[in-house]
């Protein structure tokens, strides 16, 4: 059974940090390309990050700049550190797995991030 498993939201000062952690059990990690999506309320749902390889990385143009992905293939873990956290990054973070080639998607249960003073 798929699982990703979020953790490392919570309440930030505007300017702060947070440094979010999904793990992932799920075979062939490497295979699925890793993302983070954050929804607020009343929002659809937005792609924030995505990894494959080192090299193969993209961001929202909401957080170039700020927000850095990295996946850990070894402990089947992608992160997404979060810097200059403004109050309109608040939000349910969620974390995605997609396997290409079937198109298949498996999503993390959200972690919420409140940025405010």
């Known amino acids: 059974q798929v699982q990703l498993v979020e953790s490392g939201g919570g309440l930030v000062q505007p300017g702060g940090s947070l440094r979010l952690s999904c793990v992932v059990s799920?075979?062939?990690?490497?295979?699925?390309?890793m993302g983070w999506y954050r929804q607020a309320p009343g929002k659809q749902r937005e792609l924030v990050a995505h990894?494959?390889?080192?090299?193969?990385?993209n961001y929202a143009d909401s957080v170039k700049g700020r927000f850095t992905i990295s996946r850990d293939n070894a402990k089947n873990t992608v992160y997404l550190q979060m810097n200059s956290l403004k109050p309109e990054d608040t939000a349910v973070y969620y974390c995605?797995?997609?396997?290409?080639?079937?198109?298949?998607?498996?999503w993390g249960q959200g972690t919420q991030v409140t940025v405010s003073s």
């Open positions: 995605n797995a997609h396997h290409g080639w079937k198109n298949i998607d498996y």
């Open positions: 799920i075979t062939r990690f490497t295979i699925y390309t």
């Open positions: 990894i494959e390889g080192p090299d193969s990385v």
